[in-house]
């Protein structure tokens, strides 16, 4: 079974511009998550969606947002890109919300914002 | 608030040994789940084990074994007969079961450097 895949794996963006980010999860898996990585922040969860609906959110601003498909497939987006947003996004994807499902992560994508 | 706290932001290890990576988490939630990941520089984060609240045995994945104390709220991760390739972070998570949704919280991450 193929793991979950993101793309692009890595990007460069300016300062002001906007970016896009696609999570496609392991086959049958319904939910997915999203997590931003830094160094100084660590691993901080950005949302979480399961059939198409946001579950939870994290304390980000409101220029993150995503969506997720019928598929599964997943979306984030980041308008007016800042140089603080250069982080690891992750992906995650379990078969649904409960306690004990794994979260399987995809390789991420690395954003540089200059 | 839910916390995961790991104290060792590095460790080294000989090869063949064994290590053990701390972890420790606060929640008022009788019903959660830690695990362990693991994150090689590439960047794509390994789930390692799981352990539930109301297990009764600790967790056991090949060479990963999970040392539960639920009195002391630890879960450290044990890693027998290290090998170069262990050499990552690692990372350990949470999640309870008032949290809406699947939303992990990471502690902080210990950087494990394995010797030949």
């Known amino acids: 079974k193929a793991g979950v895949t993101q793309t692009p794996r890595y990007l460069i963006k300016t300062r002001g511009q906007q970016v896009t980010l696609s999570c496609s999860p392991i086959?049958?898996?319904?939910?997915v998550s999203w997590y931003q990585q830094t160094p100084g922040q660590g691993l901080q969860f950005l949302f979480e969606?399961?059939?198409?609906?946001?579950?939870n959110k994290g304390n980000f601003p409101g220029r993150f947002s995503g969506r997720q498909f019928s598929n599964s497939r997943s979306e984030m987006n980041v308008s007016t890109l800042e140089l603080g947003d250069s982080a690891l996004y992750l992906c995650?994807?379990?078969?649904?919300?409960?306690?004990?499902?794994?979260?399987?992560f995809g390789p991420g994508t690395r954003l540089l914002v200059l | 608030a839910q916390k995961i706290t790991q104290t060792q932001p590095g460790m080294f290890v000989q090869e063949k040994e064994a290590v053990t990576l701390d972890c420790t988490y606060d929640?008022?939630?009788?019903?959660?789940?830690l695990f362990w990941y693991k994150q090689p520089s590439s960047g794509e984060m390994i789930f390692l084990i799981y352990?539930?609240?109301?297990?009764?045995q600790n967790a056991t994945e090949g060479r990963y074994s999970l040392n539960f104390q639920k009195a002391r709220k630890s879960a450290n991760l044990v890693i027998s007969a290290s090998q170069l390739g262990d050499s990552a972070m690692y990372f350990c998570?949470?999640?309870?079961?008032?949290?809406?949704?699947?939303?992990?919280?990471f502690g902080q991450g210990t950087e494990l450097s394995v010797k030949p």
């Open positions: 086959s049958g898996h319904r939910s």
């Open positions: 352990q539930g609240s109301y297990d009764q």
């Open positions: 995650a994807s379990s078969l649904s919300e409960v306690l004990q499902e794994t979260q399987y």
């Open positions: 929640t008022s939630d009788p019903s959660y789940g």
């Open positions: 969606y399961f059939s198409e609906t946001q579950r």
């Open positions: 998570a949470m999640r309870d079961f008032y949290n809406q949704g699947g939303k992990l919280i």
